[in-house]
């Protein structure tokens, strides 16, 4: 049986026709590549069964899966009409990845992360160092400050979900 853990999202990424994504001209990177390529990436995965194929395969969504607690719902639309699978089939492949907080701990992504994601598949990151110290600090103290549903004890999320993830860790 296979296993593994992979963070970030899957490469290569097919773009998904209703997902699409041009880069502007002359730029190396735009903010909206961040956003929404984790929720490509996971509607690529789903049309051909990978969550149900691989059960043991676990990936970790970074930045709170970018847009995809906002947008799993249009997603599943189109899935089901892309594939015929059934709604809730999809919503609980899409729920059966893994997302960390990194950059996300603001007042607005991590209500929906957390009323998205399964409780226990939610993990502390901070995307140090890539991310300007000044960001991570800003974030990680959002994050801290967060008392909202679903955080129950910021100790899961800070630690506790991470060594389920990773029993050798623990």
């Known amino acids: ?3 593994g853990t992979r963070r970030g999202p899957p490469r290569p990424v097919r773009l998904l026709r209703h997902f699409p994504h041009r880069p502007r ?3 190396r990177c735009s903010p909206r590549i961040s956003i929404s390529t984790p929720p490509r990436a996971a509607a690529n995965l789903l049309p051909h069964g990978v969550a149900r194929r691989y059960p043991n395969l676990k990936i970790i969504l970074s930045h709170a899966g970018g847009l995809l607690p906002y947008v799993a719902h249009r997603i ?3 899935l089901v009409a892309e594939t015929g699978r059934g709604h809730e089939e999809i919503l609980e492949d899409l729920r059966s990845f893994w997302f960390d907080t990194a950059l996300s701990g603001g007042p607005s992504a991590l209500p929906s992360l957390l009323a998205f994601a399964r409780p226990d ?3 502390f990151g901070t995307d140090w160092p890539f991310a300007p110290e000044i960001a991570v600090a800003v974030f990680t103290g ?3 400050r967060y ?3 679903g955080t129950g004890s910021h100790h899961a999320i800070d ?3 991470a060594h389920a993830l990773f029993p050798r860790l623990s």
């Open 1 to 3: 049986m296979r296993r």
């Open 142 to 144: 959002e994050y801290d």
């Open 25 to 27: 001209q002359g730029c």
């Open 147 to 149: 008392v909202g549903p």
């Open 76 to 78: 599943t639309a189109a």
């Open 121 to 123: 598949q939610v993990l």
């Open 159 to 161: 630690r506790n979900h």
